[in-house]
């Protein structure tokens, strides 16, 4: 699977691909949709060009619109990542919702990843596997990937040892570029404090009032 480094998807959003967004390991965008009827078309027939090319997005259809996930799933690893076959589906799903009247929303597009702290991921990560995906080996590099997105990614950010307790658990949330400095200030303003933002925008530590971290990322900054 040859995967594109980071910098490659963001310099192919920007020059041709306005309506997506760099996440964790997807691109991604929404769509506004009018009705449950115009979704219900738009959704098939982004099903139906994804079936054409061999790629399977992820599709969820809520309130706020029709949200499409793109990245690609190697077989034999498990890793995810953006592959060129992406963009293009990409570029014919945004095609699709042209046709349909739609617009996109990028800047409201979301991703939620738990991370915790570990010395030793190795002894925590069948655990967390096996709770959240039913199978204990779903750790790819850092981190427990659902297969079919049911539940958030947990990664585990290697730290030294240390005694409990300590805050251990924190939330990673990936925003639009365009949308983090909002969300960022939204949360100092509801009594949050900004405990280091020295490598935004690729991400900024939050805290809330009783001191939990919760990190806004951003795929800019990253190689």
């Known amino acids: 699977m040859e995967t594109l480094s980071n910098r490659d998807v963001l310099r192919a959003l920007d020059a041709r691909l306005g309506d997506w ?9 929404r769509f506004r949709v009018a009705d449950r009827v115009t ?7 982004v099903a139906k060009a994804a079936g054409e090319a061999g790629r399977e997005p992820e599709i969820r259809w809520g309130r706020g619109g029709v949200d499409v996930a793109l990245c690609t799933v190697d077989g034999a690893t498990g890793e995810r990542g953006v592959t060129a076959a992406d963009l293009e589906l990409a570029a014919a799903v945004s095609e699709i919702a042209r046709k349909h009247g739609l617009t996109a929303v990028p ?3 979301a991703q939620v990843e738990l991370g915790l702290d570990a010395a030793d991921r190795s002894a925590l990560a ?4 096996a709770l959240l995906t039913g199978e204990p080996g779903r750790l790819v590099d850092d981190t427990v990937l659902d297969p079919t997105d049911r539940v958030p990614n947990v990664w585990f950010q290697s730290t030294d040892p240390h005694e409990t307790p300590r ?7 990936w925003l639009a570029p365009e949308a983090a400095d909002a969300r ?7 009594g949050g404090t900004v405990v280091d933002a020295s490598n935004a925008p690729s991400y900024t530590v939050l805290a809330d009032p009783d001191g939990n971290r919760v990190c806004v990322c951003t795929a800019l900054d990253r190689a």
């Open 21 to 29: 967004r760099k996440l964790a390991q997807p691109i991604a965008t």
């Open 39 to 45: 979704a219900a078309v738009f959704v098939a027939a």
């Open 167 to 173: 805050q251990r658990w924190h939330i990673d949330l």
């Open 107 to 109: 800047g409201e597009v």
């Open 184 to 190: 960022i200030a939204a949360a100092v303003a509801a």
């Open 126 to 129: 069948p655990f967390w596997s």
